[in-house]
């Protein structure tokens, strides 16, 4: 990374609306453009901060980025040990090292807050049932990581009464950090981002991990609309979604996922200016009030993102469609 820059800079854009297809108004320089000046951490932190999200917790989630990327940086292509965990996922000591490193700084800052990751799973804080959670996910495409692919990426969410209002997305080999918060713009590296117009889906660019995640119902319905869009793309995992915020694809379609592989995604897409639901046009939230299996069952694990409100409502028609 250059001298000078940082992933925590300060945001410099402004917009009247965030949320589900908000629209930017202004935006400093042009999305890819990484850094801003470097500045203390707490300064950093508070000025990405909004009203809704403390700056507190804003550190707290590039700390824990921060991190994750020391661990997977350093067993990046790498000999590694790989395991498969009881649905052939692989798992590697990576994967397990930069959670437990995340965990203990949460544990240490705000003992209180519950988390949940993917290889730990529910840990309550010093004050069960918190209003708080971090739903964590240390290496979003193991396979990707395993394989020498730097198109993974760690996730961080941060859920208030099941809305997630903090995520990151961090890339630690390529030295790129999406960050959305609930109430402000999205940043790349400190520069705000944002999705693209693109309400017609013949002209629009999606991504999926792996046309393999599509299964019964959920392939014939991928299917019907991978054949109204331009040839899709696959093997992204999590770094489509950033690509989504910046504005250079148009749709990302899943299905398969678990709370810890989208809830970090939500902030990221929506701060963009972006629409994030499941495949019923429903909100991701934590609905996980009676625990972590009602959470689990509530989610249908199928979720898509798109950078344009039109778009996203003519993608669902399409994955709805019974012809």
């Given amino acids: 990374m250059p001298a000078g820059t940082s992933l925590r800079g300060s945001p410099s854009c402004r917009r009247t609306a965030v949320g589900p297809g908000a629209l930017l108004l202004s935006r400093s320089g042009p999305p890819t453009e990484r850094g801003g000046r470097k500045s203390g951490l707490k300064a950093s932190a508070m000025s990405a901060a909004s009203k809704s999200v403390p700056g507190e917790f804003v550190d707290l989630g590039h700390k824990l980025a921060d991190a994750a990327a020391v661990v997977t940086a350093q067993h990046f292509r790498s000999r590694l040990v790989v395991e498969h965990k009881g649905d052939e996922s692989p798992v ?37 049932g918190s209003e708080y959670l971090w739903i964590l996910d240390p290496i979003d495409g193991t396979k990707s990581f395993i394989t020498g692919k730097p198109l993974f990426g760690t996730l961080i969410a941060l859920v208030h009464k099941g809305i997630p209002i903090l995520g990151i997305i961090d890339q630690p080999v390529l030295k790129e950090r999406w960050v959305g918060i609930q109430g402000a713009q999205t940043t790349l590296n400190g520069k705000c981002v944002a999705t693209r117009q693109c309400p017609s889906l013949s002209e629009a660019y999606l991504y999926a991990t792996t046309p393999d995640m599509f299964r019964g119902d959920a392939k014939a319905a991928f299917k019907r609309l991978r054949g109204q869009v331009r040839p899709p793309l696959f093997g992204c995992d999590c770094y489509a979604y950033g690509l989504l915020a910046s504005g250079f694809c148009d749709l990302v379609v899943e299905a398969d996922m678990m709370p810890y592989d989208y809830m970090a995604l939500v902030p990221v897409v929506e701060g963009a200016g972006g629409v994030m639901t499941d495949w019923q046009g429903r909100l991701l939230r934590w609905r996980g009030a009676g625990g972590l299996q009602e959470a689990l069952e509530a989610s249908t694990g199928e979720v898509i993102a798109a950078g344009d409100a039109k778009l996203h409502e003519r993608a669902l028609a399409m994955l709805r469609s019974t012809s």
């Fill in 92 to 128: 590697t000591q990576a994967d397990r090292q930069a959670e437990l490193a995340m965990c203990s700084l949460i544990e240490q800052a705000l003992p209180n807050h519950g988390v949940y990751g993917e290889e730990g799973g529910m840990q309550h804080g010093s004050g069960e």
